[in-house]
């Protein structure tokens, strides 16, 4: 690979995806910062590749750098919102950010790019790509959805609804939120929303419905904190302690100091 960069007589995009390579080599070596410097000299070739955005995503954050790791996910996502591994990212993202930054943690993030049309367009027209072009990695179509790929229109209107619905839960309309929330898992199924409707849930007692959305959660994320915290609530409610400990005790290997679960087990044990 070094020996055809230096050579000079590849193309731009050539060059991008030569640089994406070695930036999995790197990743894979564990030279993080490394794999950063290709995947961005790739991106400056060819803006908005997926595997250099997913790439360099991965090696911020081992870097810890989540803020920049955030978004490179989130960059991938307008680019082509079926890759997994970019909601997965995501999702482990924002929970890290909201542990190091708290609740404002979103007002620290560096400005996220707007993808243009064209760069969103480009990985949906696999007929339109030269050979070697910088394609999506191939298990991205597939994503958690089989298959059934939504439109950006349909992932911005989901966010917006999720938004809503959080606007009612600080209001306090739990009922409404649950409508938006229930809106915005038919046009994408996110963990977060799931586990957002789960709180509505509960606060309605309607416990059965907070341990199922938290189970659709785990699907998508099986060591979400929030998810198995909330089924654990739920079943505790339903009193079923056993499955509630269960959930618990989950919780507790990737959070062993999460002080909410430690006073709920106590509950528990007492129950």
């Known amino acids: 690979i070094a020996a055809v960069l230096r050579a000079g007589d590849a193309t731009a995009e050539e060059r991008s995806v030569l640089l994406a390579n070695r930036a999995a080599c790197h990743l894979k070596d564990g030279a993080c910062s490394l794999c950063v410097a290709d995947c961005s000299s790739a991106l400056e070739l060819v803006p908005f590749g997926i595997k250099p955005l997913l790439r360099r995503a991965a090696a911020y954050e081992a ?21 997994q591994a970019a909601h997965d990212g995501v999702n482990r993202m924002t929970k890290a950010l909201l542990e190091k930054d708290g609740v404002n943690w979103r007002q620290k ?13 480009r990985w949906s027209t696999p007929s339109a790509q030269g050979p070697g072009a910088n394609a999506p990695p191939a298990t991205a179509p597939q994503g958690k959805r089989g298959g059934n790929v939504p439109a950006a229109a349909g992932m911005e209107r989901a966010r917006m609804l999720k938004e809503e619905g959080n606007e009612f839960v600080k209001k306090g309309n739990h009922k409404k939120a649950v409508e938006k929330y229930s809106e915005s898992l038919k046009l994408n199924k996110e963990c977060a929303t799931y586990t957002n409707r789960a709180l509505c849930y509960l606060t309605l ?11 659709e959660a785990l699907k ?7 998810a198995l915290y909330r089924r654990a609530q739920a079943f505790k409610e339903l009193k079923d302690y056993k499955s509630s400990i269960a959930d618990i005790k989950s919780l507790l290997k990737t959070e062993p100091k999460n002080t909410a679960a ?3 087990l106590q509950e528990l044990n007492r129950a």
Do not use: G, H
């Not at 998508?220 to 929030?226: G, S």
């Open 63 to 83: 870097l810890e750098r989540y803020s920049l790791a955030y978004v490179d996910y989130k960059t991938a996502l307008q680019v082509d919102c079926s890759v």
């Open 109 to 121: 993030l560096p400005p996220i790019p707007t993808v243009p049309i064209s760069a969103q367009t």
């Open 205 to 215: 007692k309607q416990y059965k419905e907070a341990a199922q959305d938290c189970t």
């Open 220 to 226: 998508l994320d099986p060591k979400n904190v929030k």
């Open 262 to 264: 430690l006073k709920l």
